[in-house]
């Protein structure tokens, strides 16, 4: 009897420490599992947003998700508003930014960058009926819609225009379609999801700058080798048609280049 027990005892001690090596392993896969903290708004629309399911979507989302896959990496997600996104990607909170961060020789000093992933330009837009502003010279003398705060005024200001100024694309694009304005200046990718959106507007690109503001990833200075196997990950995603399918997804155009 007093044998049978201590062979039960040991059997039940060799099962335990079997569970227990099994439970260990199991533990050390999960922590060895390679996570991509992605820093976004999570309230830019169509580039990262939550639908109408509280579920974070848009391009830039989907172009990071579609990255991790690539590199083997499991992905979350760090949402703030732009200045506390920085800011926490700033203190290491996150690896890399994934919100329309468009590369400046400012940032550039401070951060390191991916190859481009979307790319916009200047678009001069006017009415559909309009068939005197054809160039962006043509704005001399002419009311061009747009907000205070931002470059374009000044570029339309630069080129001779009168400003009226509005609150935002929206207003600014209602105002050429009711021919209160002749025509307003801004990026080609904001006029496509604009477009995208509202189909029927009657509104039009009759011109687009060469210049380009071009948008990629963004890493710490000294995480060179996760910025590397992002970037070959984005031209991978690039060469095999994903970013043109998911770009032409969200505006019906080809953004990605």
């Not at 225009?161 to 935002?168: E, M, R, Y």
């Not at 304005?181 to 029927?200: F, H, I, R």
């Not at 043109?244 to 019906?252: N, R, V």
Request: contains cysteine; charged residues 30%; aromatic residues 8%.
């Amino acid at each position: 009897m007093k044998k049978s027990m201590i062979a039960l005892i040991s059997v039940l001690a060799v099962g335990i420490l079997f569970l227990a090596g099994c439970q260990q392993k199991e533990d050390s896969n999960a922590s060895s599992e390679k996570v991509l903290r992605v820093g976004t708004e999570g309230t830019y629309s169509p580039f990262s947003y939550r639908d109408d399911n509280d579920k974070l979507t848009g391009y830039d989302v989907d172009v990071a998700k579609a990255v991790a896959k690539k590199i083997g990496y499991k992905v979350t997600f760090v949402e703030a508003p732009w200045d506390s996104m920085l800011a926490a990607f700033d203190a290491k909170k996150s690896d890399v930014i994934f919100n329309q961060v468009s590369i400046t020789p400012e940032r550039e000093e401070k951060y390191l960058f991916s190859t481009p992933y979307s790319v916009s330009h200047p678009a001069l837009i006017v009415n559909k009926d309009n068939n005197e502003i054809k160039d962006f010279s043509d704005l001399k003398g002419k009311t061009s819609a747009q907000s205070l705060t931002s470059n374009y005024a000044q570029m339309a200001e630069d080129l001779g225009a009168d400003i009226s100024s509005v609150d935002g694309f929206s207003k600014a694009v209602e105002l050429v379609g009711d021919k209160r304005a002749d025509a307003t200046l801004n990026d080609d990718v904001t006029y496509y999801d604009y477009l995208n959106q509202k189909p029927d507007a009657p509104i039009k690109i009759v011109k687009t700058s060469d210049e380009s503001t071009k948008v990629a990833a963004m890493f710490h200075k000294g995480d060179e080798k996760l910025a590397e196997k992002v970037d070959k990950a984005i031209k991978e995603l690039e060469a095999d048609g994903t970013l043109t399918k998911l770009s032409e997804q969200y505006f019906k155009k080809d953004i990605s280049k």
